[in-house]
């Protein structure tokens, strides 16, 4: 069971727009940083977005991150069937000292 | 460009020890962390610890703590993960991935090693 709790899969057409939900609490969420990765089939993961709502550098602008509370929310917008992955949150949690990931979300682009 | 190359594919028994390895180039490997990523087959991705590598300094998941030792080498830029005494259940991809200071992201990563351990 993951400290924090993401929706196991998701999915929409080309084109549309969908939003990936990270859950927490206010030793991880809450009071620190969230990043997001990015993992293709057979691949190692890829930073996507840091500190909360920061793109790494390449990233198109069509992926979008934002924080409210303990929640944070991974934002793909004009999807492509490139899209299709594993998405994952991360962050750091002070109570255990570690960082944490979520269980990981699975894009499919119908 | 910042890279992390890691050792190849393991297989060993149970009860066998290992070490695997991650080098770093393209960036200053002494004023960064390296951090260990665990992924089971099928399942989705364990955070197992992270070293400062100018001092050592060294933070373990509780998860982890006891179960694997992670080192590095400033000298040669390499950073390991190593297990005294494996299991089955040690089974899965590790990947090394450069982190900033708390662990608040982790970038770029290596391209895993995959141990498996059978008997």
């Known amino acids: 069971q993951s400290v924090l709790t993401q929706p196991p899969s998701v999915s929409a057409a080309p084109g549309q727009k969908v939003t990936i939900s990270c859950s927490g609490s206010s030793s991880n969420i809450g009071n620190n940083y969230v990043s997001w990765y990015q993992q293709l089939p057979g691949t190692a993961p890829k930073l996507l977005i840091y500190?909360?709502?920061n793109r790494r550098s390449g990233i198109p602008d069509r992926f979008s991150g934002s924080k409210s509370g303990t929640t944070a929310t991974l934002a793909i917008t004009g999807l492509q069937t490139g899209d299709e992955a594993d998405y994952y949150c991360g962050t750091w949690d002070s109570s255990l000292s570690a960082g944490v990931f979520g269980g990981g979300t699975k894009l499919t682009v119908l | 460009e910042v890279q992390l190359v890691q050792s190849g594919a393991e297989v060993k028994k149970p009860g066998e020890s290992l070490r695997i390895s991650c080098k770093g180039s393209g960036y200053s490997f002494t004023s960064q962390w390296i951090g260990w990523v665990r992924q089971m087959p099928g399942k989705g991705l364990e955070w197992m610890g992270m070293?400062?590598?100018?001092?050592?300094?060294?933070r373990y998941s509780p998860s982890f703590q006891g179960q694997v030792i992670i080192s590095a080498d400033k000298s040669i830029t390499t950073a390991y993960l190593q297990w005294s005494s494996l299991k089955a259940s040690d089974t899965a991809m590790y990947y090394c991935?450069?982190?900033?200071?708390?662990?608040?992201?982790?970038?770029?990563w290596g391209q895993g090693t995959l141990v498996t351990v059978s008997s």
């Open positions: 070293i400062y590598t100018s001092d050592s300094d060294t």
């Open positions: 991935a450069r982190s900033s200071v708390g662990g608040r992201w982790f970038d770029p």
């Open positions: 500190d909360n709502n």
